[in-house]
T-cell receptor, first 115, second 110 residues
Framework: GAGVSQSPRYKVAKRGQDVALRCDPI?????LFWYQQALGQGPEFLTY????????KSGLPSDRFFAERPEGSVSTLKIQRTQQEDSAVYLC?????????????FGPGTRLTVT | SQQGEEDPQALSIQEGENATMNCSYK?????LQWYRQNSGRGLVHLIL?????REKHSGRLRVTLDTSKKSSSLLITASRAADTASYFC??????????FGQGTTLQVKP
């Protein structure tokens, strides 16, 4: 079946531009997560949705980062006024249930380069 | 910030040999998971071990967990060239988010 998809796969933005990254989770998955992965590092948590509710946004690095999942399915991560330090791979993951102990299925990521 | 450290950072072995990677973490956990990431691809879940389990097997994978030492190990037996990848341990917090280590890069030479 279809896995988690993300678009675009690659994005080059000039510093100061706004970007929007899209995540299509596996159909029926309740939980959706966003992670940021810098080169050579493990992914770092950004935010978590349970259906349309954003339950945890403690990992968002600044108020330039905003995420939404208005209908409990597709999610968008928006970065305003991009900075060079925002360059990273942004990973989206979904999970079937809203409680612990279920594996997360990751998308291929969006590689963002800010020039 | 990352949860803990993985050791070694890089590992190079011959096909057929076993590979062992270690992971340490800092806080109490609900479970610990191991993921693999191939170059240019997303993360793939390998195995999950709950905090009340000490050892778990899945195919050629064996995971141990020592909650008193806050550490885990992943053993891959009879390695293959296709096992070449980065391996990450991740602990699951009470809110469900995963906290990843920095990863071990494994190279299996044919």
């Amino acid at each position: 079946g279809a896995g988690v998809s993300q678009s675009p796969r690659y994005k080059v933005a000039k510093r100061g531009q706004d970007v929007a990254l899209r995540c299509d989770p596996i159909s029926g998955h309740v939980s959706l997560f966003w992670y940021q992965q810098a080169l050579g590092q493990g992914p770092e948590f950004l935010t978590y949705f349970q259906n349309e509710a954003q339950l945890d946004k403690s990992g968002l690095p600044s108020d330039r980062f905003f995420a939404e999942r208005p209908e409990g399915s597709v999610s968008t991560l928006k970065i305003q006024r991009t900075q060079q330090e925002d360059s990273a791979v942004y990973l989206c993951a979904s999970s079937l249930r809203d409680f612990l102990g279920y594996e997360q299925y990751f998308g291929p990521g969006t590689r963002l380069t800010v020039t | 910030s990352q949860q803990g450290e993985e050791d070694p950072q890089a590992l190079s072995i011959q096909e057929g040999e076993n590979a062992t990677m270690n992971c340490s973490y800092k806080t109490s956990i609900n479970n610990l998971q191991w993921y693999r990431q191939n170059s240019g691809r997303g993360l793939v879940h390998l195995i999950l071990i709950r905090s009340n389990e000490r050892e778990k097997h899945s195919g050629r994978l064996r995971v141990t967990l020592d909650t008193s030492k806050k550490s885990s190990s992943l053993l891959i037996t009879a390695s293959r060239a296709a096992d070449t990848a980065s391996y990450f341990c991740a602990t699951e917090s009470n809110t469900g988010k995963l906290i990843f280590g920095q990863g071990t890069t494994l190279q299996v030479k044919p």
